[in-house]
């Protein structure tokens, strides 16, 4: 319908002209040619007058375009953007109008015979009924009128041909109101010129078409190339010009072939080699050097630019990862070197220092026996008191006294720390704290990598030496070390809790009752007991992490009732899982960790200097600069991967540490090295707490407090550990010899092994002993089962105690189940949306700090991770060639099937394979995020990296696409097409694999596209249309429609605008629907944010 309202228009614009040079035809006509009717009929038209003639006609042809510009603006302004330059690509025969002088040649009075706004307002408006009432709008039948009705139908009425309304006659060609009689002297319509059926009149052909004069097909009775048939019954009627001029469908005839060009309407050439023209050529186009066209070829292959053009990106994406990987490889090599230089250096200084001692002492010895000789020689009487006064050289010991005096302290706090481990005061935190500052001043002054790792090794060492006097580093072999060493002093945390109970929501289970004791800076605390005892819940209901239950009772932070969240950022917290990146160095996990959690006021030598000390204390030096590994990739071991799993916490330098089975899959000399090097954490007023599974005899000495839980995580025992098997051998439960302890109290808590024969106390009894001997309130249904008389429901502290629910039916239990998520839910966002003050006194780096150090660490995985990359890139080559040999760019349609095929495709790929930025990096993102780094920096960071595949996926694709089918829109306005899209599913995936599980957020990549893509193709004034119109899908496929078919001119301007209005595109529209694409990657993109920081597990 707006294709027929198109030809009205345009049909008006030249009549309007054609009634403005009728003076100046005749007056050529009138100059050259006699006018004695009787002249020769075959007499030529002078050529120098028709080409004046045609000059002239076309001057006044081209100067009406104000005439009907506003209203062509106005009615399709969706299709056509510059109004002029649409004119001249359809009628600008400038450069060869010489098919208007044959015209002239041929018909003397074809002015005559020139359709009037009138007439093309009729035939336009015939048109559009027939659109409008379902027909094929081609134009072969038109409304009965004043020329052609059923009483009168003259031969002119036929397709092809035309009338005159006579030389006498008056014709205004831009009357739009009364229709011209014209049934005067019919005849065939001219070459370059189309008359439709049921008028009188002809119109010029646009640039593109060709319209000679038809011929009759004997075989099969009709006039080629236009298949319209002669009418019966008047023998003398003849095949005349062209019939119709509308979309490529309904009149495909009048369009210059493929494989030809027409300079003009009524000339047609075919293709040399090393040209092709397109269907509607008006001029034959060359071929590039390396494409190979055959004469009459329809269009040139360029295949072999787009593999020279991926070769290019080939080309580019291995000197990036390979130049990359060289930098970061020579950088690390530089780093080792200077690291083994330093550590070589500081071994060395640490041997010379020994061998020095050595002497020392040989000397001294020496000295002394010589003493002894002269003494005896020359003094015979020596006073013992006067001899212990002095060296063993006779020299008088200097400040002994104030050394006493420090180490007769030190021995009282050891003492009191031993002997009253209860003592509220603790750990002495600062041992140390005097050097601090000077310490710090030292390390900022170090600058070069070398002197860096100098002093770090320096320490080390010095450490070392020392620790290998008090290997077991328990509180009677670490006081020495806190004496010589300069410990760096962290913000105690004491946690208290009391009656600490939790219960599952919905279910009135209780996981863990009636808990109460204290956790004290200083202390390495174990909490231990047979499996379902809550020790792992025991600890998430200490960090602030349960969720889905009741928790009652109260949790202390040195004495204040706030919240654990506010000390996150000094909270080490070591998963049960080894929640390690496996595509990143030993080396690279710790050093990402302590730059995001260290303070940032601290130099960069003290951050290495940390770093340097867990690997060294856990271990880990020979495989430091090993990647970590994966399930599909072997890496380090699994008790080394431990080990790193919480090294991690360690690097931060945390005040409460808490550790769920950190020994778990780790032998007795692993385990041995993680406790030492927890004990030497413990040193610097750590509060160390951790869940282990029947240690050895060794390790069970190496901790100061121990937690005993039994089932249904009730406590058995807190206190030292030193005072564990008193408590129970006055219970009448002695551990038999060469037993363990731990796996005997757990065993009886188990109910493996009965206490013996001398003790009346049940397992199942000894939490309420352990109450009773604390004083602790009990709750009345223990006392019952114990056959104690218990207190008022009123007087109890506790209640009534949680009992299991009566039967219920199937519909009852699923309400109950369904509560229960919902309320786990709730707990969740809450858990996320509550944000607790921070009183941790640690200012950690900076969002834009992060954010570099998250860059970093993104960067580095996605370079080892480019044959994942290279799968992705092939995958989308082949999506190219399949969809550019089988989805070819059509004109008839504009490319719209391929382009179609396009959007879903290249949606599907980037979709699954942008899955992977966020679905398989959850657990690490929980992990850090609920240790205080920034999830704004992780997220910018990945999205950032991302822009990599953005840029590079579409040109990656096009370099097939595009070289096989090679559409008249340009390379780069479907690369920007692409690129937009692209972006758009990007952030689309993120939403997708944030909020959903990997195998649920798969389904849905695949099944959006293909879904939005149909609701954006329906048609009609339905509500599914409507909602098209929101679709991306829709977008992208309307951004490639309009960058073709605007190349699209000429002889194409119906089917353009027939198409673009069936379709409801508007040419204006290319930018904003590429805005749109953009927004909505912008918009998802913030939803998806918001998903990750709301909807995250703790």
């Not at 002809?202 to 190339?225: E, F, H, Q, R, W």
């Amino acid at each position: 319908m707006a294709a027929m309202k198109f030809i009205a228009l345009t049909l008006c614009f030249f009549l309007g002209a054609a009634a403005s040079i009728v003076p100046v035809i005749h007056a050529a006509t009138d100059d050259d040619v006699s006018d004695d009717a009787d002249a020769d009929s075959d007499r030529d038209v002078n050529p120098a007058a028709m080409q004046l003639l045609s000059q002239a006609l076309f001057s006044r042809f081209s100067n009406v375009s104000a005439y009907l510009g506003p209203d062509v603006g106005k009615h399709l302004g969706f299709c056509i953007r510059d109004m002029d330059a649409e004119w001249n690509a359809a009628f600008n025969f400038s450069k060869n109008s010489q098919f208007l002088g044959e015209c002239l040649k041929t018909d003397r009075d074809a002015v005559q015979r020139l359709c009037t706004a009138a007439e093309v307002k009729f035939y336009g408006a015939s048109l559009i009924e027939s659109a409008q009432s379902g027909g094929t709008g081609g134009g072969n039948y038109l409304k009965p009128n004043k020329n052609c009705n059923l009483s009168s139908w003259s031969s002119g009425c036929e397709p092809g041909w035309a009338c005159s309304a006579g030389k006498e006659a008056k014709v205004d060609l831009k009357n739009s109101k009364d229709m011209p009689l014209r049934d005067i002297d019919c005849q065939p319509c001219c070459a370059g010129f189309f008359c439709p059926r049921g008028l009188t009149c002809m119109i010029p052909c646009p640039l593109g078409s060709y319209c000679p004069v038809a011929k009759l097909n004997k075989t099969t009775s009709v006039c080629d190339p236009y298949r319209y048939q002669l009418p019966p019954g008047i023998p003398n009627h003849t095949c005349g010009g062209a019939d119709i001029w509308a979309d490529f469908l309904s009149g495909k005839e009048i369009f210059c072939s493929a494989g030809f060009y027409c300079p003009t309407t009524t000339q047609k050439n075919p293709c040399s080699k090393g040209h092709f023209c397109r269907a509607g050529s008006i001029a034959q186009t060359s071929c590039y050097q390396l494409a190979t066209c055959e004469p009459q070829a329809v269009n040139q292959n360029i295949t072999a630019y787009g593999l020279i053009f991926f070769g290019g990106i080939t080309l580019v994406l291995l000197i990036i990862y390979n130049c990359s990987g060289q930098v970061l490889s020579t950088r690390e090599k530089k780093q080792a070197k200077s690291r083994e230089a330093a550590a070589r250096s500081a071994r060395e200084t640490v041997q010379a220092r020994e061998k020095w001692k050595s002497a020392k002492e040989v000397a001294k010895k020496g000295a002394s026996e010589l003493t002894s000789q002269l003494s005896r020689t020359f003094s015979r009487k020596k006073s013992v008191a006067h001899d212990s006064s002095k060296t063993a050289s006779g020299i008088p010991k200097p400040e002994s006294k104030d050394k006493k005096k420090k180490e007769s302290n030190l021995t009282k706090m050891m003492r009191d720390l031993e002997e009253n481990p209860d003592n509220e005061e603790g750990f002495n935190v600062e041992i140390g704290d005097k050097n601090l500052k000077k310490n710090a001043a030292k390390a900022k002054q170090l600058q070069t990598r070398s002197q860096i790792f100098k002093y770090a090794y320096g320490q080390i060492e010095k450490e070392k030496a020392l620790q290998e006097q008090n290997k077991n580093l328990t509180f009677s072999g670490v006081i020495s070390i806190a004496t010589d060493l300069e410990f760096t002093s962290r913000p105690p945390i004491e946690v208290f809790f009391q009656d600490l109970t939790l219960t599952l929501k919905g279910k009135n289970k209780h996981l863990l009752r009636c808990v109460t004791g204290k956790l004290v800076p200083g202390h390495v605390s174990a909490v231990m007991g047979p499996s379902g005892a809550g020790k792992t819940t025991f600890l998430s209901a200490l960090t602030g992490k349960a969720t889905g239950c009741i928790i009652t009772g109260s949790i202390l932070i040195n004495g204040k009732d706030e919240p654990m969240q506010s000390y996150k950022r000094i909270i080490g917290y070591v998963p049960q899982d080894d929640i390690v990146h496996g595509n990143l160095t030993v080396e690279e996990n710790l050093w990402f960790s302590a730059r995001c959690r260290l303070p940032a006021d601290i130099g960069k030598a003290e951050k290495v200097l940390v770093v340097e000390r867990v690997i060294e204390s856990l271990g880990l030096q020979p495989v430091r600069d090993s990647l970590v590994g994966t399930v599909e990739k072997r890496g380090i071991s699994g008790g080394q991967r431990k080990r790193v799993n919480v090294g991690l916490e360690m690097v931060m330098e945390p005040s409460l540490l808490i550790l769920d089975e950190p020994t778990s899959g780790l032998d007795s000399s692993s385990s041995l090295l993680l406790l030492r090097a927890l004990r030497r954490e413990a040193l610097e007023g750590v509060n160390i707490c951790m869940v282990v599974h029947q240690p050895s005899y060794t390790l069970f000495k190496m901790f100061d407090d121990l937690i005993l839980l039994a089932k249904g995580g009730l406590t058995v025992y807190h206190g030292p550990v030193k005072k564990v098997e008193e408590y129970f051998s006055g219970l009448g439960i002695v551990v038999p010899e060469r037993v363990n302890p731990p796996d005997y109290f757990i065993d009886i808590l188990e109910g493996i092994v009965k206490p013996p024969a001398g003790s009346d106390v049940k397992f199942k009894e000894l939490p309420l002993r352990w109450m009773l001997h604390n004083g602790y309130p009990v709750p009345p249904d223990m006392l019952d089962s114990a056959g104690v008389p218990s207190a008022s429901p009123e007087d109890s502290a506790h209640g009534p105690s949680a009992k299991p629910d009566s039967d219920q039916s199937f519909a009852g239990e699923l309400w109950q189940d369904l509560k229960f998520t919902v309320g786990q839910k709730k707990d969740h966002i809450f858990l996320n949306f509550n944000k607790s003050m921070d009183l941790s006194n640690r200012k950690t780096p900076s969002l834009h700090q992060q954010y570099k150090y998250f860059v970093g660490r993104v960067g580095k995985q996605r370079l080892r991770e480019a044959r994942i990359q290279a799968v992705d890139y092939l995958i989308l080559l082949l999506a190219g060639i399949c969809l550019g040999t089988l989805a070819k760019v059509s004109d008839e349609t504009f490319g719209s099937t391929g382009y179609l095929y396009t959007v879903i495709a290249v949606s599907l790929l980037c979709k699954i394979s942008a899955l992977r930025s966020f679905a398989l990096d959850k657990l690490h993102y929980w992990r850090e995020s609920a240790s205080g780094m920034s999830s704004l920096a992780y997220f910018l960071a990945k999205d950032t990296i991302d822009h990599f595949n953005t840029i590079v996926k579409p040109a990656v694709y096009l370099s097939m696409f595009y070289f096989f089918n090679n559409p008249r829109s340009t390379i780069f306005d479907n690369y920007l097409v692409l690129l937009c899209l692209v972006y758009c599913v990007t952030g689309i995936a993120y939403v997708l694999a944030i909020y959903f599980e990997p195998g649920q957020a798969q389904l849905w990549s695949v099944l959006l596209p293909v879904v939005l893509t149909l609701i954006a193709n329906q048609e009609g004034d339905t509500f599914v249309t409507k909602l098209g119109d929101f679709c991306y899908t829709k977008w992208a496929l309307e951004a490639f429609l309009l960058t073709n078919a605007e190349r699209y001119s000429g002889v194409w301007l119906i089917q353009r605008c027939g198409a673009l209005r069936q379709r409801g595109y508007h040419l204006d529209h290319y930018y904003p629907r590429l805005a749109f694409l953009l927004a909505t990657g912008i918009l998802s993109r913030t939803l998806a944010f918001f998903c990750l920081v709301m909807f995250q597990k703790k």
